[in-house]
């Protein structure tokens, strides 16, 4: 005899602020009709919003729960790169541990899925993806988890790097390959994408490049990046982080943007300062899917971070000087349905069919939500709750 469907009705809440509702969900997915035996949750009156994707996140790097962490000035990359294996060696806590307890906490705050940068390079092996990737399982009933080797020290600039990139990727530890900066930083710009495009397609895994680079030399690399993509026939399967030459690029920007969208190549921005944040509104506009991360957190590269993507959204809404309703809701939805676009996720929208996946939020209106971050009562995961008021269930 089949097993009755798991039917969980959360009574009285309100989707994005909205009227009050009963929302059904059967194993998992919210539906239009209980089937079998019903659980029910009493919400309240909360508002429901869909929970959120970062989309841009170094667990590997994190201090987060850690005594404090006194930080030493560091110029460039290369500098930073150098203080992050230094804390790396002498940390008392092992990585997989410290990336637990900040995904765990993401969770807490409203997180469904990230991605999941770590560094690759012969300082550290394979270990940091390790102890992601052992992280993620322990939360897999809470959080999906796509992983990113990413060769923080470059390809050229640290060799052996290129061996463990392919290693990574051949024995399932990441799910994408990363690159950096390859003509501003690792001084390699054709070698280093060569090699990355080369691993991602032999093995059918995604790219991910981290481009700080500004100007020409920014735009220079983001072509090359376009013309591989194409040839390979990688349409939705790259990413460029950061892209700071896109946010900057003036009177190019619609042919730029045109450009990436066309190519089927996604963005993701942190949204730091007005000066760098992506414009996500006008880069859909020409078809660019854009996601919305944390970076590092209390790393050493910066005290600050909280992995908190409502924070986030509050941030992005921020250095774009949203004021209107409309502009204050699209930086969360923004964070919620284009990053998930970003990692391969269906829209968690509340509506039949979609996955059960949301968090519960005192609250007038989705703006006032994103202006005022209210505290996160409850997040659910495929219809079960999964934290309640800042603590894992």
């Not at 079998?36 to 994707?53: F, K, M, N, R, S």
């Not at 962490?69 to 008392?92: C, K, V, W």
């Not at 490049?209 to 399967?237: F, K, Q, Y």
């Not at 209107?324 to 970003?342: F, K, Q």
Request: glycine share 12%; charged share 25%.
């Amino acid at each position: 005899m089949d097993e009755q469907p798991r039917t969980t009705v959360f009574r009285d809440l309100r989707p994005l602020g909205g009227d009050p509702v009963d929302l059904v969900v059967v194993d998992g997915n919210v539906a239009a009709e209980a089937e079998g035996e019903t659980a029910v949750v009493d919400c309240g009156g909360l508002i429901a919003l869909p929970t959120l994707v970062d989309a841009h996140i170094h667990p590997d790097k994190t201090t987060w729960g850690e005594p404090w962490h006194s930080r030493s000035p560091a110029q460039g990359i290369a500098g930073f790169g150098a203080q992050d294996a230094e804390l790396f060696r002498t940390s008392p806590t092992p990585v997989g541990v410290r990336a637990e307890r900040l995904m765990a906490h993401a969770v807490t705050r409203g997180t469904r899925a990230m991605r999941a940068h770590a560094d690759v390079a012969p300082v550290y092996g394979l270990e940091g993806l390790e102890g992601v990737r052992r992280a993620a399982r322990n939360l897999a009933h809470a959080l999906d988890v796509q992983t990113v080797a990413f060769p923080q020290h470059g390809v050229r600039r640290s060799p052996g790097t290129d061996s463990l990139l392919e290693e990574a990727v051949r024995t399932g530890l990441a799910d994408l390959v990363g690159g950096i900066d390859p003509e501003g930083f690792d001084g390699d710009p054709d070698g280093q994408l060569d090699l990355v495009f080369d691993i991602a397609d032999r093995h059918g895994v995604g790219v991910d490049i981290h481009l700080h680079d500004r100007g020409d030399l920014g735009v220079r690399t983001m072509d090359a990046v376009i013309e591989r993509t194409r040839a390979l026939d990688m349409g939705g399967s790259v990413t460029v982080s950061h892209a700071f030459c896109v946010a900057q690029a003036g009177d190019g920007f619609d042919r730029l943007a045109a450009r990436i969208g066309a190519a089927g190549i996604s963005l993701t921005t942190v949204a730091s300062d007005a000066a760098r944040v992506l414009p996500a509104a006008r880069l859909r506009e020409h078809g660019v899917r854009v996601g919305v991360g944390s970076d590092g957190v209390r790393d050493s590269w910066s005290p600050f971070g909280d992995a908190d993507m409502l924070h986030r959204a509050h941030m992005m809404a921020r250095a774009l000087s949203s004021r209107l309703d409309g502009e204050l809701s699209d930086a969360y939805l923004t964070a919620a349905h284009s990053g998930a676009e970003v990692v391969g996720l269906p829209a968690a929208d509340l509506a039949v069919g979609s996955p059960a996946d949301f968090l519960l939020v005192d609250g007038e209106c989705l703006p006032q939500v994103v202006v005022d971050l209210p505290r996160r009562r409850t997040v659910v995961r495929a219809g079960r709750v999964v934290a309640r008021d800042g603590r894992l269930v």
